[in-house]
């Protein structure tokens, strides 16, 4: 049973944004002040990435833990309302991001996911920055085809 009323949780839902969310401004603000151009959610690329990189054939995908089901994460808490919904939506996203996984392994593409978890809680700042650089570190020096950043 829902606590909100129908009209209540249409109005939360309807705050909630595909893009732009916080923990992108955040990465992508640290990665500018680091030098870095990028592409943000652009359509030509398949799944819109957060980030997209041409000149190093990378895309970086900020996911948040409850959208996409992070398993073993404590941000994430299955719904207690409407489960057959939320079951449907978590394996569909889910599946969604391992169609778009695949799809850029095969054109070559680099591809990093980053958590919410890795960037969020206390010493946030600290965070975002061990972030930044791990993304700098992978996009400049490594030739590593998948990276996962987790909290």
């Given amino acids: 049973m829902d606590k909100f009323t129908q009209t209540e949780r249409h109005y939360i839902m309807s705050q909630v944004h595909s893009k732009n969310t916080k923990p992108e401004k955040q990465i992508r603000s640290a990665l500018f002040k680091a030098g870095f151009r990028y592409r943000i959610c652009d359509k030509r690329y398949p799944g819109k990435p957060d980030l997209i990189f041409p000149h190093y054939y990378a895309v970086i995908f900020i ?9 073993g994460c404590s941000h994430f808490r299955f719904p207690h309302s409407n489960q057959n919904y939320w079951k449907k939506k978590f394996e569909t996203n889910k599946r969604r991001d391992a169609e778009n996984l695949k799809y850029y392994q095969e054109q070559c593409w680099r591809v990093c996911f980053v958590w919410e978890c890795a960037i969020r809680g206390k010493n946030s700042r600290q965070k975002i920055e061990s972030v930044k650089d791990q993304i700098i570190q992978w996009l400049e020096e490594s030739s590593d085809p998948f990276l996962e950043i987790k909290g």
């Fill in 63 to 71: 996911n948040g833990c409850f959208w996409h089901a992070h398993e």
